[in-house]
């Protein structure tokens, strides 16, 4: 079972920058793709990014394409998204997502999330 703890969440003006970075522990990290998915009160959990196994490969939400960067780094079992531009509708609480299955593409890890960290949130005044 995977654990996961994200952090670097907070309040930033529109047009700012924030990092967010997932720790994971309890299993082999470079063998899963992670995500990070968001949620604002009252609708449903979104996909924002994904990246493979290897850091190769990444998919992103048409929303954040361009804004956001998503990026791992194995050797310290952690997977980063760096957001740039922000802007007052990408506020919502920031989830880090594993896959539950090993190897797959982040196009479909994005479908089918599994473990889940438990949020930090990101605020963007306008």
């Known amino acids: 079972q995977v654990q996961l703890v994200e952090s670097g969440g907070g309040l930033v003006q529109a047009g700012g920058s924030l990092r967010l970075s997932c720790a994971a522990s309890?299993?082999?990290?470079?063998?899963?793709?992670m995500g990070w998915f968001r949620q604002v009160p009252g609708k449903e959990r979104e996909f924002v990014a994904a990246?493979?196994?290897?850091?190769?490969?990444?998919y992103y939400a048409d929303s954040v394409k361009g804004r956001f960067t998503i990026s791992r780094d194995n050797a310290k079992n952690t997977v980063y998204l760096q957001m740039n531009s922000l802007k007052p509708e990408d506020t919502a609480v920031y989830y880090c997502?594993?896959?539950?299955?090993?190897?797959?593409?982040?196009?479909?890890?994005?479908?089918?999330?599994?473990?889940w960290g438990q949020g930090t949130q990101v605020t963007v005044s306008s």
């Open positions: 997502a594993a896959d539950t299955q090993s190897f797959r593409p982040p196009s479909i890890f994005a479908k089918e999330p599994g473990s």
């Open positions: 990246i493979s196994w290897s850091g190769g490969s990444t």
């Open positions: 309890g299993r082999t990290f470079s063998r899963y793709a």
